[in-house]
């Protein structure tokens, strides 16, 4: 596969442990977020979304935290698998203007057996 | 229904050629990002389109161009290749503001 992520932060978890990835977003105006999980190889694929009038939203497996006064951004997943191991990004969608869609760095999720 | 497609998969240019890279999508989305992804980098937004026949800049637009003369069709351009263009190339569409986008398989691209 290719080299993305060699830079990335690294979260490593043990198989059946709950885990939390951060995000801190940039842009006050922006409405909407979304999760992506990129496995090697391949397009980033659709978690979980959240509008900016929600604080909280869940899925199979994951949820998503959204705190507007800090510009802040979670994804938990629960009972971690070893399918889970990717690298995730959150999006960020602006309002203003033409709708831009943002990504953050990433973070590298590692779970092993 | 085959969602967005990248072509081609892999290139290999020598540094001053020219060439386009095609996204296609068959979900009639409205709108159409061109992203690169370098490692460490994350995807960073080239250009995109919110329409037919629209197109605007996004966080590293210099050094591409970019056309949208049918909806379903987004091509990206490079018009003098430079090493620094390395990198793994994204189209991702959605069917209006505030929905998920769905991507493409990526295109490999290796300038020399």
């Known amino acids: 596969g290719e080299s993305v992520g060699l830079h990335l932060p690294t979260l490593s978890v043990q198989e059946g442990d709950n885990s939390i990835i951060n995000c801190a977003y940039s842009?006050?105006?922006?409405?909407?977020f979304i999760w992506y999980k990129q496995e090697s190889g391949k397009g980033p694929q659709f978690i979980i979304d959240i509008r900016s009038n929600m604080d909280k939203r869940q899925g199979q497996r994951v949820t998503v935290l959204l705190n507007k006064t800090v510009k802040h951004l979670s994804l938990q997943i629960a009972a971690t698998q070893p399918g889970d191991s990717a690298v995730y990004f959150c999006a960020e969608n602006s309002n203003t203007g033409f709708q831009k869609l943002v990504f953050g760095t990433g973070t590298r999720l590692l779970v092993s057996p | 229904n085959a969602g967005v497609t990248q072509t081609p998969k892999f290139r290999v240019l020598k540094t001053g050629q020219s060439m386009t890279l095609l996204c296609a999508q068959d979900m009639n989305h409205e709108y159409m990002y061109w992203y690169r992804q370098d490692p460490g980098m994350g995807l960073r937004l080239i250009h995109y389109s919110v329409g037919e026949g629209t197109t605007a800049k996004g966080e590293v637009p210099d050094g591409y161009n970019v056309s949208r003369l049918k909806k379903q069709n987004f091509l990206l351009g490079l018009e003098s290749a430079a090493p620094s263009q390395t990198s793994v190339y994204f189209c991702?569409?959605?069917?209006?503001?505030?929905?998920?986008?769905?991507f493409g398989q990526g295109t490999r691209l290796t300038v020399v």
């Open positions: 991702a569409s959605r069917r209006q503001a505030n929905t998920e986008a769905f």
């Open positions: 842009n006050s105006a922006s409405d909407y």
